[in-house]
C-alpha cells in the first residue's frame, strides 16, 4: 500500500524560511556567495556566485528539521527548476553526523520533479567519498542543496517542495 509523501518543507508565499541557513565556501576561506529567500510566487530562490578562487568552490544551503524516520528505500522527491546546471542533494543521517550523503542531480532549465532514492546516497566528507555503505540510516535530520561544480558561475535554482517519499 502506497503512503502519501511525507512534506519536509513545501514553498508558498506565507512559509517561514528563517530556518534555512547558506553555507558557502567563505566558511575555509573562499570567496563564493549566495543568498536563499521568497519569491513573490512563493518559491526557495537559492542563488548566488561560486568561485573556485581563494581554496573555494561551493554554496550551499541546509534546512535541519526534527529526526524523520526514513527506510533507505525511500525517495526524496524535490520539485523545482533549476538553471540547467549540476547541483547535489545532501542528507544527514544524525544531527551530529560530521558525513553527507550526496547525489547529484542535472537540471533543464524547466520545472522538474527530481526524484532520488536514500539508497543511492553515497557517503562523502568534504567532498571525498567515504569508505563505508551508502545510506542505510532509519532516519534524517537535514537536508542540503549544495553546487561545486569546479568551475567560476552564476546560479539559481527555484525550489517549489521537498518531499519524502515511501
Keep these: 500500500m502506497n503512503q502519501s509523501p511525507t ?11 528563517s530556518a534555512w541557513n547558506i553555507v558557502d565556501d567563505r566558511v ?20 548566488g556566485y561560486v568561485t573556485t578562487e581563494s581554496n ?11 529526526k524523520l524516520q526514513v527506510s533507505p528505500s525511500d525517495k526524496i522527491r524535490i520539485k523545482l527548476k533549476g538553471d540547467g546546471k549540476t547541483f547535489q ?11 553527507n550523503y550526496i547525489k ?19 557517503p562523502s566528507w568534504r567532498g571525498a567519498k567515504l569508505r563505508i555503505p551508502n545510506f542505510d540510516k532509519d532516519q534524517i535530520r537535514s537536508v542540503t ?17 521537498i518531499k519524502l517519499v515511501k
Excluded: C, P, W
Aim: charge should be negative; aromatic fraction near 14%; charged fraction near 25%.
Design 145 to 161: 542543496v549544495l553546487i561545486a561544480n569546479g568551475k567560476k558561475q552564476n546560479f539559481e535554482l527555484l525550489i517549489d517542495s
Design 7 to 17: 512534506t519536509i518543507f513545501n514553498f508558498n508565499k506565507d512559509s517561514d524560511i
Design 56 to 66: 573555494g568552490g561551493f554554496s550551499s544551503v541546509d534546512y535541519n528539521f526534527d
Design 89 to 99: 542533494l545532501r542528507v544527514k543521517a544524525f544531527a551530529g553526523d560530521r558525513h
Design 104 to 122: 547529484e542531480f542535472d537540471t533543464t532549465g524547466e520545472r522538474q520533479t527530481i526524484e532520488i532514492a536514500l539508497s543511492e546516497m553515497q
Design 28 to 47: 575555509m576561506g573562499g570567496i563564493s556567495l549566495s543568498y536563499f529567500e521568497l519569491t513573490e510566487d512563493g518559491y526557495g530562490k537559492f542563488h
